[in-house]
């Protein structure tokens, strides 16, 4: 028997690793390793539909976000310039349509008019010069025996004359710059100095409808004490501005008042020669104007400017108060957990309206409504993003790595927030995009209904844009097709958004929903 | 027995809740300031003489003190079912006559939209499922993906806009009055009820082929084919049947929605109904209103959460609410 400890020595060369030649390493990576966020991005970027809506946003956002910055057309005036009121209910109009001369989104309109305002349109024609009719297609007698004319109207013209109180300077000033421009911006004044109606410089009964003499044509109504004879040049040229040289102090173009000292003129403007006066060019809104005058096109940006970061805000701090809360009720679990979720099915089961409206009655005079609006969002809104957060730490709280991490001395805090929600980032982030739509919605439907009031010059939201708008429907439906086109471009783009980053983050869940 | 249990604890909750929810409410706006309106004196008397009945006021003039009025609203107002007049939109009349007066509609409404929007948005839903990966399927989930997304308000304005201005198809407004089985009053319902129906068909849809199309590729269904079943037989029989079971209860959600309506679309097309009366509440300040309505769209709410659980029991009867595990 030989003892175990006295084994004679073997050279080491006699040692050999078993199966050397054939050593198993763990190979190299030939790709490149993908992170998470790459590995989502990759598979987002091969739905194209969500591709597509992810632009239409950023358009959107940047329409929002740099038309406000860079286009000063009257909104950012309407604070201190009350002209803007004169220009109500203006038709798109897009300069390229109109040069290309297509009769498309140039600002005009067919129309079915009535005799006498088809005769205010040519008297306007007559004295402006300018076409405010642009075709008349057809003539025909009404069931009643009146004369009904089908037309198409350029809505910028046909907006009339207004009567404006000027100063001496101002007035100075315009009959320079029509010297200058030869574009003619006040007209004759008529002789009754009390007219509210600045369009007629005609004869006309009660109604405002022409007398026509017996040839058809206008009796002019101007007032023409003084010197006459030369009121048959309409146009600027030869015009001798600002008083009548043979008999001083006799104003054809403005009824005067006031002292010698502080004299005021009231004139009858066309109104769409004074704009390009006042502002330098020609009146042409992209979007139309609503029914106060102001520009669609730069309101909606700001209205979209409001609901988005609205949108954004209410999302933001929903997300993270579900997410603080239902990391806690998951975490810890037992009895807070218990409460908590007692405490969620009752808030849960409060009307979001009723919520709304008790802010709004309660804050809405001491915070304002946004800020009382925002509370309603979060009094409610972090529910759901608590239940979704709250079954991740179920699911992750009792696995290996967790354990590992509590023996090794981690905190609470550490584990819950280092270890254990970084798990439910993907749900978070397509969340918080699908958020964003129903936040809107919402918002808009408040605004809309008038429970939050938003109007105001300085600030308004898409709802209260659509709520004014409805009143117009029939006669200016423009007022409501783009505010109504951008909400609903921006809700189909981020719910498909929102559904390819659902299945770029989550596969397994692909197509589980739309 | 279990059942029996389960129901009797959901509805002792839902009580609960109902209760907590009003008594906020109802502190919550009576400590807002509520002055009698300024209005004939007779009517001002009356006014006085109710909210004395109510328990709010002391027959002086003065005011009751809160937690007193709270008590006499849970002893008058929940238990004895006094909800007051309203003080400002419909003076000297009561609340509740005014409501019951303009449920109606709003049901009518929302009834008829029900009946259109079920069965179409089901067999929508199930003709995309069967033609999965198709045209048809693709047309119809594309349309189904932009209605959903669309704010309801949208395509009201755009049927109101086409149907009622354009082509002058169906008056603008629906109309007032109580005939309500008439065909006028059908007529003028129309838009309000296509606009509240397209949301819901497209939910459906969806709903329908998802679940359908999941159920479709099971390994059971396969079993049903080799026995020897047909298409039609299999799809109605076994894959319908299944798929039916998430989709039952939010048809019984919408069974108990119809009571409380659109705000939005009633509002857009004038239905006299509850929604408009909510939200004219609101902006009128007309406080005995808002408590009662609001005590209404919450019970729909809790009403039709206990709907939707015990229907799931209904549709499958494996599923029993309430058993343990």
């Not at chain 2, 039709?304 to 499958?316: R, T």
């Amino acid at each position: 028997m030989m003892k175990q400890n006295n084994i004679p020595k073997i050279p080491a060369e006699k040692f050999q690793f078993v199966g050397d030649e054939g050593r198993l390493h763990d190979q190299k990576m030939d790709t490149k390793q993908l992170s998470y966020f790459r590995d989502a991005f990759n598979r987002f970027c091969k739905n194209k539909s969500s591709v597509t809506a992810a632009i239409i946003i950023l358009l959107l956002v940047m329409y929002a976000v740099f038309v406000p910055i860079f286009c000063t057309t009257n909104y950012a005036a309407a604070l201190t310039d009350t002209t803007y009121l004169q220009y109500t209910k203006l038709l798109p109009r897009n300069k390229l349509c109109v040069t290309l001369g297509w009769d498309f989104w140039d600002g005009c309109s067919d129309m079915t008019i009535s005799e006498d305002q088809y005769n205010a349109y040519r008297a306007t024609m007559q004295e402006t010069g300018e076409p405010v009719i642009k075709e008349v297609y057809n003539q025909f007698a009404n069931s009643d025996g009146k004369l009904r004319y089908d037309v198409r109207v350029d809505s910028y013209l046909a907006n009339g004359y207004a009567y404006l109180t000027l100063t001496a300077d101002e007035y100075k000033d315009i009959q320079q710059w029509q010297l200058e421009n030869g574009i003619q911006v006040i007209y004759p004044a008529v002789t009754d100095g009390a007219a509210t109606n600045a369009d007629i410089w005609y004869a006309a009964n009660r109604k405002g409808a022409a007398k026509l003499d017996k040839d058809g044509n206008f009796v002019h109504d101007y007032k023409t004490f003084g010197n006459d004879g030369d009121y048959n040049s309409l146009r600027v040229e030869g015009d001798p501005g600002i008083e009548d040289p043979e008999s001083p102090k006799r104003f054809r173009y403005a009824n005067v008042a006031g002292t010698s000292e502080a004299m005021s003129f009231k004139c009858r403007v066309f109104k769409n020669a004074y704009f390009q006066y006042r502002y330098g060019h020609e009146a042409s809104f992209l979007f139309g104007t609503t029914n106060m005058g102001q520009d669609i096109l730069t309101r909606l940006a700001n209205a979209a400017r409001f609901s988005l970061l609205f949108a954004v805000c209410v999302a933001a701090i929903n997300l993270t108060l579900g997410a603080v809360i239902g990391a806690i009720e998951g975490y810890y679990g037992g009895m807070v957990d218990m409460l908590m979720e007692r405490f969620i099915d009752i808030l849960s089961r409060v009307p979001f309206m009723v919520v709304a409206s008790l802010f709004q009655l309660h804050l809405a005079a001491k915070v304002g409504p946004v800020v009382s609006m925002l509370f309603a969002f979060i009094l409610t809104g972090w529910i759901g993003m608590a239940g979704t957060t709250r079954m991740q730490f179920y699911r992750y709280k009792g696995q290996e790595y967790v354990l590992a991490s509590r023996v090794l001395g981690a905190s609470d805090w550490r584990i819950m927030f280092r270890h254990i929600f970084p798990n439910s980032l993907g749900t978070i982030i397509t969340s918080s995009v699908l958020v964003i739509p129903g936040v809107i919605f919402s918002e808009s439907s408040l605004t809309y209904l008038g429970i939050v009031n938003l109007d105001s010059s300085a600030m308004t939201s898409v709802g209260t844009m659509l709520a004014n708008a409805k009143g117009f429907l029939s006669t200016y439906p423009h007022i409501i097709l783009f505010p109504a086109l951008f909400i609903s471009l921006l809700e189909i783009s981020f719910n498909l958004f929102g559904n390819g980053l659902r299945d770029a983050f989550n596969p397994s869940l692909r197509g589980a929903e739309d | 027995m279990s059942t029996f249990k389960y129901i009797l604890k959901r509805v002792a909750f839902a009580v609960l809740v109902f209760f907590i929810i009003i008594s906020v409410c109802f502190l919550l706006v009576r400590i807002l300031p509520n002055e009698i309106p300024n209005v004939l004196l007779k009517d001002q008397q009356l006014m006085i003489q109710e909210r004395v009945k109510q328990g709010l006021m002391y027959p002086d003039g003065t005011k009751v003190p809160l937690m007193i009025q709270y008590w006499n609203f849970v002893k008058k107002t929940l238990i004895g079912f006094n909800w007051g007049l309203s003080e400002q939109l419909y003076q000297n009349r009561f609340c509740f006559d005014v409501f019951l007066e303009k449920l109606p509609n709003t049901v009518l409404v929302n009834a008829y939209s029900s009946l259109l929007a079920v069965p179409t948005g089901l067999a929508l839903g199930i003709y995309a499922a069967l033609k999965k990966n198709k045209w048809q399927d693709h047309l119809i989930s594309t349309g189904v993906m932009v209605m959903v997304s669309v704010p309801s308000y949208i395509y009201a304005f755009l049927i109101q806009y086409f149907l009622c201005f354009k082509l002058k198809w169906f008056p603008q407004l629906v109309e007032s009055g109580t005939d309500y089985f008439t065909w006028e009053m059908f007529r003028s319902q129309l838009p309000a009820v296509i606009s509240l129906a397209l949301g819901s068909i497209a939910g459906y849809a969806r709903f329908t082929r998802a679940e359908l199309t999941e159920v479709l590729t099971s390994d059971y269904l396969l079993l049903a084919r080799t026995k020897g079943l047909t298409r039609a037989q299999t799809t109605v029989r076994h894959a319908l049947r299944n798929a039916m079971v998430p989709i039952f209860p939010s048809i019984m959600t919408e069974v108990i929605a119809v009571l409380g309506g659109s705000l939005i679309i009633e509002s857009i097309f004038a239905v006299p109904g509850v929604g408009p009366l909510y939200v004219r509440s609101i902006t009128a300040r007309d406080y005995n209103f808002f408590i009662l309505l609001s005590a209404f769209y919450t019970v729909i709410g809790l009403v039709a959460g206990i709907v939707v659980d015990l229907s799931y029991g209904i549709i499958d009867p494996r599923i029993r609410m309430g058993s343990k595990k």
